[in-house]
């Protein structure tokens, strides 16, 4: 049986970025922290998994159903932010200038890796936007070439229902990743939005 030492740094090293390296670093660190940092640690482990599901109406992964975005009145129904994933969403939260509502598509549109509209949560989207109250659709895909091409497949189901269709500025450098851009970016990025 390996020493508990050895299985988190395994583990560790399996996180996006971390080496073997870091990933040492990382559990002696959390060795010597006090015991109720590791603890803290390992339930919000668990709890992510567990206790996180699907918004049943933007799909943002959430505690409660509809989420915290979805059910806030103080929100703008007309217009709605389009993001690949939760974490994009999250960073545009984070520049707090966004008033709107969101959609999470959960991925791009990618072909070669087969993921065509059906794996997306599209056809919810569309199903939102039947209702009527929303009025402008802000596409904010990452300005990447499946990003783009994403933006465009949406904006040609969109338009022709009478909504406005509108893209994030490219501020975001190309081929930028949206949810690793910084809250001033992202906010221009808003501002300077087209139609498409
Ligand atoms: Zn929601």
Do not use: W
Request: net charge neutral.
């Amino acid at each position: 049986v390996a020493d508990p030492l050895s299985v988190l740094v395994q583990l560790l090293a399996k996180l996006p970025g971390v080496g073997e390296k870091t990933a040492t670093r990382l559990a002696f660190h959390i060795l010597k922290a006090p015991p109720s940092y590791a603890q803290e640690l390992a339930r919000a482990v668990v709890d992510v998994k567990e206790r996180l599901r699907p918004c049943s109406v933007c799909f943002h992964l959430t505690e409660q159903d509809p989420c915290a975005f979805c059910s806030d009145p103080r929100r703008d129904s007309a217009l709605l932010c389009v993001v690949a994933l939760p974490q994009d969403l999250m960073a545009i939260e984070r520049t707090g200038s966004y008033r709107g509502r969101y959609h999470v598509l959960h991925g791009v549109l990618s072909p070669l890796d087969g993921i065509g509209p059906d794996e997306l949560r599209i056809q919810p989207l569309l199903e939102r936007l039947g209702r009527g109250e929303i009025k402008e659709v802000i596409l904010a895909t990452s300005p990447n070439v499946e990003g783009d091409a994403t933006a465009l497949y949406l904006a040609g189901l969109i338009k022709p229902l009478g909504i406005r269709a509108t893209r994030i500025a490219s501020g975001v450098p190309i081929g930028g990743e949206l949810e690793y851009a910084d809250g001033v970016t992202l906010n221009r990025a808003f501002e300077s939005r087209r139609d498409l």
